[in-house]
T-cell receptor, first 115, second 111 residues
Framework: DTGVSQNPRHKITKRGQNVTFRCDPI?????LYWYRQTLGQGPEFLTYFQNEAQLEKSRLLSDRFSAERPKGSFSTLEIQRTEQGDSAMYLCASSSHRELTGELFFGEGSRLTVL | EDQVTQSPEALRLQEGESSSLNCSYTVSGLRGLFWYRQDPGKGPEFLFT???AGEEKEKERLKATLTKKESFLHITAPKPEDSATYLC????????????FGSGTQLTVLP
């Protein structure tokens, strides 16, 4: 198993454009998470899926952000009408229902730069 | 509001010089505290889970402990390869799976 895979690794876009990130979790992991991390800060929770169901979403998450996990496998995170404040590393993580809650396996992230 | 504070923000040690990193938390109900290591340009890597005060976990040169208000990550005789940012995170009551992370301690171990 190659671990959690995220694409693209880097994305530069202009303000107002839409961007989409993809996450392929570890196979057989039914839980998938999205976090956002800015320089010098810890990851900030965005949303959580169990299989295809989105079960938890951060209260701070703007309605410009939407995530999906069709068929309970890969997930996409879309940001509409990007703003400069959206510049960050977007991290995806997965875990198995057999693992303890905090034992997440993170991907290497997708870095977004909004000009 | 749940808060996780890590100190110091940065720490430089000589190889072999033991020290401790602190993670203090103010939460409504702790369900678990977790330590992660993050190398530059990489995602965090899980290290430990602690559930109750008095609990300790060890892995190689690292030892994590937990009290009712804080957790410590003790590093014994560190090596340059231990250089990384160490993050702690909490899972609190009322949250399904959300982890709240601190800002991390950036550790540099000099040869």
């Amino acid at each position: 198993d190659t671990g959690v895979s995220q694409n693209p690794r880097h994305k530069i876009t202009k303000r107002g454009q839409n961007v989409t990130f993809r996450c392929d979790p570890i196979s057989e992991h039914n839980r998938l998470y999205w976090y956002r991390q800015t320089l010098g800060q810890g990851p900030e929770f965005l949303t959580y899926f169990q299989n295809e169901a989105q079960l938890e979403k951060s209260r701070l998450l703007s309605d410009r952000f939407s995530a999906e996990r069709p068929k309970g496998s890969f997930s996409t995170l879309e940001i509409q009408r990007t703003e400069q404040g959206d510049s960050a590393m977007y991290l995806c993580a997965s875990s198995s229902h057999r693992e303890l809650t905090g034992e997440l396996f993170f991907g290497e992230g997708s870095r977004l730069t909004v000009l | 509001e749940d808060q996780v504070t890590q100190s110091p923000e940065a720490l430089r040690l000589q190889e072999g010089e033991s020290s401790s990193l602190n993670c203090s938390y103010t939460v409504s109900g702790l369900r678990g505290l977790f330590w992660y290591r993050q190398d530059p340009g990489k995602g965090p890597e899980f290290l430990f889970t602690l559930y109750s005060a008095g609990e300790e976990k060890e892995k190689e040169r690292l030892k994590a402990t937990l009290t009712k208000k804080e957790s410590f990550l003790h590093i014994t005789a560190p090596k340059p390869e231990d250089s990384a940012t160490y993050l702690c995170a909490v899972h609190v009551s009322g949250s399904a799976r959300q982890l709240t992370f601190g800002s991390g301690t950036q550790l540099t171990v000099l040869p």
